[in-house]
């Protein structure tokens, strides 16, 4: 005999058109729901034969849906001012509210990550899954699976193959160092700490790909730190001595400070030298030249993320692990074409 397939709140959604948090609430008669549609919903998952489980920690494949998704952000990404995680965690919500999920906003601590800390919102059931935004340690991620199964990477990656989506680095900055290249430079230095984040290092990557294609000379050791290793940013400190005709910049809060150091040592930009950026996105209100740069809609990230997370929240088909977003160079004011 074949063995029946377990009912799950995707289920009884499907049937009446409706979301699997409306469902989970009306099923646990919280607020929210009107009292025909609960009634309805009852009686369909009572014909349908749910049953609803308990487990020890949160997962939404059992038990009762909150209806909100936590945001995990590491402290270290989070300024006072604007940041550019905050600009992208604002996407990220509005796109939630879209698909009739709230989000909850929690900072991880230098302390907690290095203790392994299970998020508060995890520990007191406040959310049905994780977008964690911004790269933590491997150990940190591996502690959380351990215990916790529902999340998902935003914005980094690593060695184990978890769900996650990130921007197509790697691509994007191979475009905009080809173009760079195009404009007749062939003395380029890379600005960022490649050991800080995956990003920065697929920047640097593809950024090394135009180099070696163009028979042009660059290694690891010419790449211009803009962080410690704990991600904080620090002074950048430019070759005076042998100065490129163009620095590319892992984004453009760096690309900001770079023509800052160069405006303060008599370099113009770009009659001078040429600066690019990444993210088309700055807190730094005092560019006075439009920096060439990478965009990568934050759109198309947002609603990628949290599409994959949902489906796995709801048991739906999805692709396990790496998601890609593409990008496109902009051309602006800040690269100049020399002979």
């Known amino acids: 005999m074949e063995q029946r397939k377990e009912v799950r709140l995707i289920d009884i959604a499907k049937k009446l058109g409706i979301s699997t948090v409306t469902v989970s609430k009306a099923l646990s008669n919280k ?7 609960r009634i309805k919903i009852k009686q369909l998952a009572e014909e349908m034969g749910y049953k609803v489980k308990s487990t020890n920690l949160p997962n939404t494949k059992n038990g009762t849906l909150t209806g909100n998704i936590g945001i995990l952000i590491p402290n270290k990404f989070f300024s006072q001012g604007m940041s550019f995680y905050w600009y992208v965690f604002n996407n990220v919500s509005t796109e939630l ?5 709230y989000s909850v906003l929690e900072l991880l601590s230098d302390e907690d990550e290095k203790n392994l800390t299970l998020p508060r919102i995890i520990q ?3 959310v049905d899954g994780l977008i964690i935004l911004g790269q933590i340690s491997p150990a940190y991620i591996e502690s959380l699976n351990s215990r916790y199964e529902n999340f998902i990477l935003l914005d980094f990656y690593n060695q184990t193959n978890y769900d996650c989506v990130a921007n197509d680095d790697y691509y994007c900055s191979y475009l905009l160092t080809n173009y760079v290249i195009s404009q007749g430079h062939k003395k380029l230095r890379f600005v960022g700490n490649i050991n800080a984040t995956s990003s920065i290092c697929d920047r640097f990557m593809g950024f090394q790909k135009a180099m070696i294609e163009n028979n042009l000379c660059s290694d690891f050791s010419q790449a211009i730190s803009d962080r410690n290793e704990q991600g904080k940013t620090i002074p950048i400190e430019l070759p005076l001595a042998d100065m490129p005709t163009a620095f590319i910049c892992n984004n453009d809060d760096t690309a900001a400070m770079v023509i800052e150091k160069l405006n303060a040592n008599g370099y113009k930009v770009p009659e001078d030298i040429s600066v690019t950026g990444f993210d ?6 005092s560019l006075k030249v439009p920096l060439t740069t990478v965009w990568i809609n934050p759109e198309d990230t947002a609603k990628t993320a949290t599409d994959l997370l949902i489906k796995k929240l709801n048991g739906e ?12 160079v902009i051309i602006r004011d800040s690269v100049k074409k020399i002979d």
């Open 280 to 285: 088309n996105f700055s807190t730094n209100n």
């Open 97 to 101: 509210l879209k698909k009739n999920y």
């Open 317 to 328: 088909p999805y692709i396990k692990g790496r998601h890609i977003v593409g990008g496109t």
């Open 124 to 126: 007191d059931s406040k």
């Open 31 to 37: 607020e929210g729901v009107g009292d025909d549609l």
